[in-house]
Structure formats: structure tokens, C-alpha cells
């Protein structure tokens, strides 16, 4: 069904309009008329039509008019343009309006026909977008809450978080840099500031799941992740580094209110821990930590991290961006980034009143000192309990505040050099080592796991590894080890061709000369024939 409103100052031209169209497509169109431009506004609101023939001239609001007026307010309307003046002033305006086509009258019977089935096809594809966008829409209603999940279990485990970062966002729409998390906990009932029945809990919210995530989206525009025992994270991403007192009064007020919904519509105990605003990135997880120890440290059903009498707080103003960023960059082997943010480090403790020397001392140890442990479990450099004696000797040898500067930026330097190298060093070592012990044991009947346990490594990655450094494969390799053995002792008279196939590290002498032509081109015998 096609809604067609029909507007003209003409009854006679109303009616010649509306008895084409009816005779020709009959029960497909509902057609409404209107004499005047006020009027077809009306009408085009009371009843919203799909197509609509204008005429330019009407009493009031002219045609071109009562288009602005109607696309105000439905922008879907197709208009056909009929005017009794051929101007081109007209024209040009209806073209910027969008106005499928312009016609001059008097119009026979075969064009309004045939603009009728044009306009009618382009409605059709209009309600066919709409079809297939909604569908989209409803898969994606399915997607993006796996999508959502997967985005938050990768904050929370750091699994290679900044490989897929940018993706996520990019997928789940997030402009923001910045975000805190809520920490959802229910349970059957609520004992001593603890909820009971975590494991029942858990079986029944995945009853309940797409209500709370319907609830939770209704308060925060957020992230929602998936049932954790009897927790569910909630991510909500926020425009600046830090909440001001009345904002965190703010969404303290909002998870409240979202705590009641949550039970008076799920038959569960709910209770939320909230973080404060971080980075998102490496940063965030802090947040998930802190809303954890929210919930622990206090049995309210909203706990917001600041409002605990022990939360950290720095003693005045302190660079924690900046300090985050110089971790952040060493981390990622960004060197000039690292040695520019501890510059600025170094800087901001140098203009802090009363600061002494001991406690630029204190702080460049600690820093350093923690971006070595971080760097050690991201495997970029080692780690003991003796490596760092002399760090203090060291420091306290400096003659000056450039000297310590010098010593603070070079510990950096290095940090972020044996994070470009370690893991090039690592294949490396593991690949040599693995070709020494092929090397002395080729003779006799190794195998790619027997060399993959000599090294400590899965048969799997071991393979991958051996020929991404060496080049060839581990079979490759063997051979090409065997066959210059066998090469080197075909020259000596000494030896029979049956004894340096065993000392080639063949048991089988046909399998041997078999392999010997493939890469030499000759058998073992033609071989010693040649050498003379």
C-alpha cells in the first residue's frame, strides 16, 4: 500500500490526479487531497504520505514552501513538482529539495503513470533499507554483547590488549580515552555484608543476563562484560582523566538507582563497587581492581573507591599521567618516548619545594626499580635478587643532580633497548642451541620433539621458531647436516658406503642413497667415483 497526497489549488486537476492513479494502480494507493499549502502540511502530519504530487502555486504557503514545511518533519516523502509556469528559479529550488522531477502542465495521463511506478519503486527501495537495516540492527543486537565481552576480558587479562585496542573501540564506537569501572556482585541473600550462594548466583544470571544488561544500559551509557562466578564488570567510558566531587556524587546516586531496579525486576541481592576514572588501556584494569576492593572493604550496596577512609592519595599534586605514560612507553619499546617522559619527570621532582636530594634519589630508584620488574614479567629483561646491588652505590656516586638525571635517563635507555632485543635474543639462543645439540647427536635418530625438549619448548612453536630464524625447516636442517657428513666421508677410501651410511646418521643404505641423489644429483657410489 502507497499513501499519495495530491495537492492543487485545481479541483479539476485533483480529480483528473486522483482518477489516473486509482484507475491504474487501484487498490495499491490510499490518496489524500489538499487545496491549499497550510493545508497539505496538515495533512501530510495527520497522515504521513509515501509520495506527494505539489503543485507551486496554492493559496498561502506555495508549493516549494509547503515542502520545507513537510521535510521538517518526514524526511522520506518522495514530491513531484507540477507548475503551470515553466521557471526555472522553481526548478532549480525543488532540485535542492531533493523533488524527484519537475513538470510542467498540462501533464498527459502516460507521464503521471509512469512517475507514479518510479516513485513507487524508489519507495519500495526505501522500505527494503529499512527492512534490511533493521535486521542488521538485530544482529548486531546479538554481536555486540559477545563483542562487549570480549572487549572487557581483554582489559582485565592484558591479552596483547594493545594488538586489538583501536579495533575494539573502533567496533564498539568509543571516542573517549578515558573510563572507570563498576563492579557488579549478586547474590541470594546478604550476610554480614556478604551475598550468598555465589555459585546458585551464577547459574541463575545467565537467566537473567539480558535484563540486567537492558537495566544497566538504561542508567549508563556502558559497556556491559559477561557473568564472572557472581560478578558481571560494567565499563563506562568517561571524557576526562579524573571525576570532579559532584560527578562521582553523581554516579554514585545513578548505581543506587540502578541497584533498585536491578531488584525489584531480578529476584537476586545486588551490591557495586566503583572505581575511579583511568586511561583506557593498560591503565583501566586499575579501576576494576579498585572497584573490587570497594566491594571487600565495605558492605553497602554502593561503595565508590574515594569514598574509603584508606584509598591512596598522593601527598599534593603528583604527574601520575606522566609517570604512567613513561611505563607505558618503555613497555612498548618506544625509547625517545620513554627518555622525553622521565626528562619531564626528573623536571617536575626538581621544582618541588624543599625537595632534597635523597628524595630524587628515593624516587628515580623506584621508578626504575618498577619498571624493571614490569618489563621482566612482559619478558624483556631479567630478573634476580642480586642483579640490582649496585643501583644504590651507583646513585649515590653521582656528583650532582645532572649526573643522577644521566644515570636515571640511561637505566631507561637500556630497559627500553632490552625490550627491542630480548625476544630477538631469545629465538636466537634457542635456535643455536638447538642446532649444537643436532649438531653432536645427528648420527643418531633424533626427532623434532626429542630437540623441542632439549630446549624447553612445545614441539609446535619450536617448529615455527626453528624455521623462522634458520630458515629451513627441522628436517631440512637434519638433512643438510647428514649430507655434508656424508660428503666429507665419501672422500676417504677408508670407509664403505654401508659404514657411512650409519655414521650419516641413516640406518636404512637405500633410503640413504636415495635421499643422497635427490640433493646431490648422483648416488653415494657415483659420488666417490667422481671424487677419483
Given amino acids: 500500500m502507497y499513501r499519495i497526497l495530491l495537492a492543487d489549488d485545481e479541483g479539476i486537476m485533483l480529480e483528473s490526479l486522483k482518477n489516473i492513479i486509482e484507475t491504474n494502480f487501484g487498490k495499491e494507493c490510499e490518496i489524500h487531497c489538499a487545496k491549499t499549502g497550510r493545508a497539505v502540511v496538515e495533512k501530510a502530519q495527520a497522515y504521513p504520505p509515501d509520495i506527494c504530487f505539489m503543485d507551486i502555486q496554492m493559496p498561502g504557503l506555495n508549493g516549494i514552501q509547503a515542502i520545507k514545511e513537510i521535510q521538517k518533519f518526514n524526511q522520506s516523502v518522495i514530491f513531484v513538482v507540477i507548475t503551470a509556469y515553466d521557471k526555472f528559479n522553481y526548478a532549480k529550488e525543488a532540485v535542492n529539495l531533493g523533488v524527484m522531477e519537475f513538470l510542467t502542465k498540462p501533464v498527459n495521463k502516460k507521464v503521471i503513470v509512469e512517475i507514479c511506478s518510479k516513485a513507487m519503486a524508489k519507495v519500495d527501495q526505501a522500505r527494503k533499507k529499512r527492512s534490511d537495516d533493521l535486521r542488521i540492527r538485530e544482529k548486531l543486537e546479538t554481536v555486540v554483547p559477545m563483542i562487549e565481552s570480549g572487549y572487557i576480558n581483554n582489559l582485565l587479562l592484558q591479552d596483547d590488549f594493545q594488538t586489538y585496542q583501536d579495533n575494539y573501540r573502533q567496533l564498539l564506537d568509543i571516542p573517549q580515552d578515558y573510563a572507570f569501572m563498576i563492579v557488579v556482585e549478586f547474590g541470594d541473600t546478604e550476610e554480614d555484608g556478604i551475598l550468598t550462594n555465589a555459585v546458585g ?245 633424533i626427532s623434532l620433539d626429542e630437540v623441542s625438549r632439549e630446549v624447553d619448548i612445545s614441539p609446535y612453536y619450536f617448529s615455527k621458531l626453528f624455521k623462522q630464524e634458520s630458515g629451513k625447516n627441522f628436517i631440512e636442517y637434519v638433512t643438510e647436516i647428514r649430507l655434508r657428513k656424508a660428503r666429507e666421508l665419501l672422500s676417504d677410501s677408508r670407509y664403505s658406503i654401508k659404514e657411512i651410511c650409519v655414521m650419516s646418521g641413516y640406518s636404512d643404505p637405500n633410503y640413504f642413497s636415495r635421499i643422497f641423489k635427490k640433493y646431490e644429483g648422483v648416488t653415494p657410489s657415483e659420488y666417490r667415483e667422481r671424487l677419483g
Wanted: net charge neutral.
Fill in 201 to 445: 548466583a551464577s547459574v541463575k544470571a545467565n537467566k537473567f543476563y539480558s535484563t540486567f544488561r537492558e537495566i544497566a544500559q538504561g542508567f549508563f551509557d556502558c559497556l556491559v562484560g559477561p557473568v564472572m562466578g557472581n560478578r558481571i564488570v560494567l565499563l563506562i567510558p568517561f571524557e576526562r582523566e579524573a571525576a570532579e566531587y559532584e560527578e562521582r556524587v553523581e554516579i554514585v546516586t545513578r548505581t543506587r538507582n540502578m541497584v533498585h531496579k536491578l531488584e525489584s525486576r531480578i529476584d537476586s541481592r545486588f551490591r557495586c563497587g566503583v572505581g575511579r576514572v583511568k586511561e583506557l588501556g593498560g591503565m583501566v584494569k586499575e579501576s576494576y581492581n579498585e572497584a573490587l576492593r570497594a566491594l571487600r572493604e565495605n558492605s553497602s550496596h554502593v561503595v565508590h573507591i574515594e569514598d574509603l577512609p584508606l584509598v591512596q592519595k598522593y601527598d599534593g599534586e603528583y604527574p601520575q599521567e606522566l609517570e604512567r605514560r613513561y611505563i607505558q612507553r618503555a613497555l612498548s619499546r618506544d625509547s625517545a618516548g620513554a627518555i622525553n617522559c622521565a626528562g619531564q619527570f626528573f623536571d617536575w621532582m626538581l621544582h618541588q619545594r624543599n625537595a632534597g636530594r635523597e628524595d630524587v634519589e628515593v624516587k628515580v630508584l623506584e621508578l626504575i626499580m618498577e619498571l624493571e620488574k614490569k618489563a621482566f614479567y612482559a619478558g624483556g629483561v631479567k630478573y634476580g635478587f642480586r642483579y640490582r646491588g649496585n643501583y644504590i652505590r651507583e646513585i649515590q656516586g653521582c656528583r650532582d643532580f645532572n649526573e643522577i638525571r644521566e644515570w636515571f635517563l640511561g637505566k631507561t635507555r637500556d630497559v627500553c633497548r632490552n625490550m627491542e632485543t630480548a625476544k630477538e635474543k631469545e629465538a636466537v639462543t634457542v635456535v643455536e642451541k638447538a642446532k649444537a645439540y643436532i649438531n653432536d647427536n645427528f648420527q643418531k635418530d
